[in-house]
């Protein structure tokens, strides 16, 4: 395999090796933005920004995809693109890289260059702070980088636009949809949009 080239697996990085990306454009008509052709470039900047902070040869897994259809499953990276629009993607943080843990939105709507500033803070903090043998998306966890306001927002949305409770708990729906402003705010004045509410019908 070595004499013709096909060993590529063997040595390639681990960023490289246990990438995955999407069809996406020009191929799918659903994607809202690049994926498979965009993988090489965005990994090899991954890779820059590793190599930076002096973790270039660690497992990461990174799956980008043209839309959220998710074909790619981008939900079980650890650093997942899913696109929203031509160079813009939701970047998303956390899966376990072993497919027994999502992954949360971490930054909506964000272009290449604030989603490597992002990157790069976030991988600054892992090569200060993590401990022995652990991976990037469990130190995102446990350092706070994923929040659990992630996955309390996740519930509280469910909660909102559950037609149960829209009915028969207005005082929960009330309260779920509070709480959605408050995180809408706080995400508001850090720069990133707000988002849509149930009501009662
Ligand atoms: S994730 Fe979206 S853009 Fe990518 S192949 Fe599936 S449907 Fe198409």
Redesign the pocket.
Known sequence: MVRYGLDAHVRATPVRRDAL?????P???????E?ERYLPSFGRAVERLLATHGLRDLPLVLRI????????R?YLAEIAL??KAPGRYNLHLGGDGRGQRLNALYRENVDEATILTELDAAFARFAAEREPGERFADFAWRAGLVAASAVREGSMRALAWDPEVATQEPALLDEANAGLERMDARRVSSGRSATCRASTP
């Open positions: 990306a999407c069809v996406a454009l191929t799918c008509p659903l994607a809202m933005a994926a995809t043209g839309c959220p259809n998710g074909c790619a981008p899913v696109g």
